[in-house]
């Protein structure tokens, strides 16, 4: 197999795993899905660009939350963090978004009333399934951090479902 | 926290089908590649870490007189200066480049006029060939200060880098102890 088929062969299988976990990751940045998927190719581009050696799998899914939430960073501030509107003020969801299940909308309406970093560890360990540990090692934070923000952001949302 | 309905419904969404032809596109063609390119020879031998080389002059109006750190001419002082922000690599004429890689960190080069008999600081230092000091930082998710002390044989300065989550920006300012 020729270099470059090994590439794309890798590519396929990185995308194949990552792609959908990185697209909701993204959305709940982006908050639309014309720029959830920009990143979403830039952070594949970049793999597929210089493949990173990992030492696990582990290592692999923490390399591309990672890259994926720079990206998504890079994006608002080049975008100007201020001028988005947060999902739970967008009229037609289904349509900036893509998504047509009406329980995921109001489950991506909900988490975007949470800041940012505490929305993050929320997606990662409640729909994702990562442990504590792992969220640690992928955002550069400490557990205690991690266990924190997640604590947080259970009494924020307990809140606003008691609001509602 | 959340109802195994609201689980499953959240992992239903999908990246859209037509997404991956248009990432085996753009990477086999590199169309469309975002990352900040610093000199070439340059990222050829930088660590893959995304670094931001921003150079302060320093200049010492006599021995006597307090170390002076500039910017782009400009003195830092004791009050707050905001860095210049991150720009694209096309723009030669930038003082700043970035180049985001793994990960985000942010180097700061200090000219010294006068010989640093000790220093220590929140991130990484080094001293390159030349004798400038490099001050290291990663990109944080929230406002963070971090903090540089410079000994010369007389004097103590400290140098506190704040970073500022919501601007995306860096501060810079200095003050004889």
């Known amino acids: 197999m020729s270099s470059i088929d090994s590439r794309n062969t890798q590519l396929t299988i990185a995308y194949d795993k990552y792609a959908d976990m990185l697209y909701h990751l993204s959305l709940s940045h982006m908050q639309n899905r014309e720029d959830a998927e920009d990143v979403v190719q830039e952070v594949f581009c970049k793999y597929f660009a210089k493949p990173p050696q990992f030492v696990d799998e582990a290592h692999e899914k923490a390399w591309f939350i990672r890259v994926t939430v720079n990206q998504c960073h890079d994006h608002l501030r080049r975008r100007n963090i201020r001028s988005y509107t947060p999902l739970h003020e967008i009229e037609d969801l289904a349509a900036q978004t893509n998504v047509q299940d009406e329980e995921a909308l109001h489950l991506m309406q909900t988490l975007s009333y949470l800041p940012e970093k505490f929305r993050i560890v929320v997606i990662l360990h409640y729909l994702e399934g990562f442990s504590v540990e792992e969220i640690a090692g992928s955002l550069r934070i400490g557990q205690s951090a991690v266990k924190m923000r997640l604590s947080r952001a259970r009494k924020m949302l307990e809140a606003k479902l008691t609001e509602d | 926290?959340?109802?195994?309905?609201?689980?499953?419904?959240?992992?239903?969404?999908?990246?859209?089908?037509?997404?991956?032809?248009?990432?085996?596109?753009?990477?086999?063609?590199?169309?469309?590649?975002?990352?900040?390119?610093?000199?070439?020879?340059?990222?050829?031998?930088?660590?893959?870490?995304?670094?931001?080389?921003?150079?302060?002059?320093?200049?010492?109006?006599?021995?006597?007189?307090?170390?002076?750190?500039?910017?782009?001419?400009?003195?830092?002082?004791?009050?707050?200066?905001?860095?210049?922000?991150?720009?694209?690599?096309?723009?030669?004429?930038?003082?700043?480049?970035?180049?985001?890689?793994?990960?985000?960190?942010?180097?700061?080069?200090?000219?010294?006029?006068?010989?640093?008999?000790?220093?220590?600081?929140?991130?990484?230092?080094?001293?390159?060939?030349?004798?400038?000091?490099?001050?290291?930082?990663?990109?944080?998710?929230?406002?963070?200060?971090?903090?540089?002390?410079?000994?010369?044989?007389?004097?103590?300065?400290?140098?506190?880098?704040?970073?500022?989550?919501?601007?995306?920006?860096?501060?810079?300012r200095c003050e004889k102890q």
Not at chain 2, 59 to 74: G, H, M, P, R, Y
Request: charged fraction near 20%; hydrophobic fraction near 40%; glycine fraction near 2%.
């Open chain 2, 1 to 172: 926290m959340f109802e195994h309905a609201q689980v499953q419904s959240y992992n239903q969404i999908k990246a859209p089908a037509e997404l991956k032809q248009r990432v085996f596109d753009a990477c086999t063609k590199q169309e469309k590649v975002t990352t900040f390119s610093w000199q070439k020879a340059t990222l050829r031998l930088a660590p893959l870490a995304a670094c931001l080389l921003l150079l302060i002059s320093v200049f010492a109006l006599n021995q006597k007189d307090s170390l002076v750190i500039q910017v782009e001419n400009t003195p830092v002082t004791t009050e707050y200066m905001a860095l210049a922000p991150m720009t694209q690599p096309s723009d030669s004429n930038a003082l700043v480049r970035t180049v985001s890689l793994e990960y985000n960190t942010y180097t700061v080069r200090l000219t010294l006029d006068q010989q640093v008999e000790a220093f220590s600081a929140t991130g990484e230092i080094s001293i390159a060939e030349d004798g400038t000091l490099e001050w290291t930082v990663a990109v944080p998710y929230e406002d963070t200060l971090f903090e540089l002390f410079l000994q010369t044989e007389d004097e103590s300065y400290y140098v506190p880098l704040q970073y500022l989550v919501n601007e995306g920006s860096f501060l810079i």
